[in-house]
């Protein structure tokens, strides 16, 4: 090769289109490494023009490795999720959002997370859970603590909703508890649709609806959550179907 050219090494990316492939039109390619997101624009492959944006090294200090990555639609931000809690990054100012409160932050055990427009939805196990030493000792397996867990052990997880911006419990849009105790595969959401994989097979649905929509009768449904609000605007988690194959 012509002395130039040089060859540069990337270890251990993972790219988020891996899990999303709805999202494969975005503007570039994300791909996670040990301690940094690498963005390659789609229109500069030939160029090999690459974004590197650091984690913020406090997040990697308490919680690294990142395991678990994913775009939003607009490909404007970012979540990753390392053993507890997530951060989320604006990748049009390239700065970093990360929760508040540590002890709040400590509560989520991040197995799977998506988009709903600027909203970060997390699967975690429910925070309860989360105290118990058997909980503490699957940290140490986390690249497949959800599936090495005992069977006669009933897994419990609860659906979280914040701003990308705005990481507390203070401004948590909603929050659901799942009834089954299968491990969570993936999540997914589709416009208002949020769907859930299982282990099992079973695939849950659900719509994700704006509170002031809600008809008296849809409000005395026990599967419909009231929840909180984010600027100015509420949402509810509702059940819509479930699918086992």
């Known amino acids: 090769y012509p002395q130039k050219q040089k060859l540069k090494e990337y270890k251990f990316l ?6 999303f492939p709805s999202l494969n039109n975005l503007p570039y390619v ?32 308490d919680f690294a490795p990142v395991r678990i990555q994913g775009a939003s639609p607009s490909g404007n931000h970012l979540a990753v999720a390392g053993k507890r809690g997530f951060i989320t990054c604006d990748l049009v100012s390239c700065n ?7 002890s709040f932050e400590m509560s989520i055990f991040c197995v799977a997370l998506c988009w709903f427009n600027n909203h970060v939805v997390c699967a975690s196990f429910d925070a309860d ?9 699957l940290e140490r397996q986390q690249h497949q603590f959800h599936t090495r867990a005992s069977t006669s052990t ?5 659906i979280l909703c914040f701003p990308f911006d705005q990481l507390s419990e203070k401004h948590l849009i909603f929050k659901y508890k799942l009834k089954s105790t299968s491990p969570i595969c993936s999540i997914d959401c589709s416009s208002d649709i ?41 949402y509810s988690l509702c059940s819509l179907s479930q699918f086992s194959s």
């Open 129 to 137: 859970q989360i105290k118990d030493n058997h909980w503490i000792a």
């Open 30 to 61: 994300p791909l996670i490494g040990a301690d940094r997101v690498n963005l390659l624009k789609k229109a500069d492959c030939l160029k090999n023009r690459w974004i590197e944006l650091q984690f913020p090294q406090s997040y990697l200090d």
């Open 194 to 234: 949020l769907n859930v994989c299982f282990a099992d097979g079973t695939i849950e649905l659900f719509s994700i609806i704006s509170s002031t929509s809600l008809s008296p009768a849809r409000t005395s449904n026990s599967s419909l959550v009231s929840l909180g609000e984010s600027k100015a605007r509420s």
């Open 154 to 158: 009933a897994l419990k997880y609860e």
């Open 14 to 19: 993972k790219s988020t289109l891996r899990f």
């Open 96 to 102: 970093w959002n990360t929760f508040s409160d540590p």
